[in-house]
C-alpha cells in the first residue's frame, strides 16, 4: 500500500490544491459560524437550557463571545463542557471521551489565557472547544486531500472528495464543541501514515482517536490489513516471516487501543475500585472483563443496543438517516459489482484490476487498495443501522474517507441528476443542519 501523494500530480499542484482546500475549509467554517449566529438571533430556541450552562454576558465585549458559545453548545456540547470544567462527576458522562475536553481546558490556560480575567471561564473553555473543532476540521480537509492522493491515486477525485468533506452534511457538529472534526483527523492522519508505512506514528494517532471516540479502535484493523492480509509471504508459504508480521500487527493494534483501554480502566477504577455508598447499585462492569463502563452507559442513559430503536415514533429519525444510507449502500454495492471475486476472496483474487502511478479518473474508485475501507464501511454501516441512534449516522461517518470518495466518483462520473442529488444533498442538508442546530432543533 505505499505510495505517496506526489505520484498523482506535479508536488507543485498538489500543494496548490491542497492550498485551496484549506481556504474552501475556512470559508465554509465562517459561513457555518455565521450562519449559526443570524438564525440563532431570528428564530427561538426550541430549548433554551443553554443558559443553564454557558452564563449571560456581564459585558459588551463578553456578549459577543458568549453569543457564539451560546450558538454551537449544544446536546452533546453541555457535557464536553461540563467535563473540561468539572471533570468527569457523572457515571453517565463516561459517554463522552476525554480527549477534547483535555485539549479544550489545555487551549484555555494557554491560548485563550488573556481572556480569563474579562470572561467568565465556562465560555473561555466553549470558545477553547469551538477553536478545537475548527482547526480540526480545516486541518482534516487537508489530510483527507492528500490521503486521497496517495489512495486513489488520482488527484482530481481526492480533490472533489475534499471539497465535499468541506461542504459536509454534518457540518454543524463539525464546527460545534463535537468530537466529529478532532477525531476525524486523527483518523484521517493515521491512515495517510498507515499508507505511508509510518506505522508507529499512526498507532499513536489511533490511540489518540480512542480517546476521542469509541470507533477508533475499529481502524487498528488497518495494520492487520496491510501487514499480514497484503503480505508478500502468504505466496512463498514463508511462516517465519508471516510470524514475525503478525506479532508486529498485535504491537500496533495494542497501541493503537491504548487510549480507549486507559479510558474504560479509569471509569473502571472510579466506580468499582474506590468505597462506594451503601445505597449504590452493583454495576456489571466492575464484574465480568467482558462489560465495559462506556457500553454500560450506552445502554442505560441512552437506550443503546441491538435493535433497540426499532420503533414506530423513530420513523421520522430512520427517514432524516435514509439519505446516508442510500449513498452508502450505493457505494458498496457500487464497489463490490466491479469485481465480486475480489470482495469474497479479501482481494487475493480478482477479475479486473486497476494499477499504475496515476489511475483515470472513472476508475479511481475501484482500486484494490479500497477494499479494507469497503470492509470498514459495510461493518459500520450494519453497527449504525442496527445499534446506534441511527440519526447520528450523518455525523457518524463524516470520518469514513471512502464515503466522500465515492460521492466524489458519483459526481464526477455519473450523469447530471448524479451530481445534482449528491451536490443538492451534501449542501441542502449541511445549511440545513447548521439552522437547526444553532436553535437546538433536532436531530442531535
Known sequence: MGGSHEQTGTLGSVLDRRWSVIKYAVVSRAIVLMLGAVSNAIINDY????????????SGAESILETLAHVFVRWDSFYFLHIADAGYVHEQEHAFFPLLPLLMRLVAGTVLTPLGGWVDRRIVLAIAGLVISNVSFVLAAATLYVLGC???????????AALLFVAAPASAFMSAVYTESLFAWLVFSALLLIVRQRYVWAALCLSASGLCRSNGILYAGFFVWDLVVCSDAWRGRHLVALAVRTVRAAILVAISTLGFVAFQ????RTFCQQPAEATAVPRPYCDSALSTVYSFVQAEY??????????????????LAAPMVVLSLAGLYTYAAFDPLRIATLGWRQRRSVAGIVVPLEAAFFRRELLPHVYLWALLLFVAMTTMHVQVVTRFFSSVPIMFWFAAHAVTSGNWWQQRMVVGYFVAYGLAGVVLFSNFFPPA
Open 47 to 58: 430549548d433554551a437550557s443553554t443558559s443553564l450552562v454557558v452564563p449571560d454576558a456581564s
Open 150 to 160: 496517495a489512495t486513489l491515486r488520482n488527484e482530481r477525485l481526492a480533490y472533489v
Open 265 to 268: 480502566a479509569y471509569g473502571h
Open 302 to 319: 441512552w437506550d443503546v443496543g441491538f435493535l433497540r430503536y426499532y420503533t414506530v415514533r423513530q420513523l421520522p429519525n430512520f427517514a
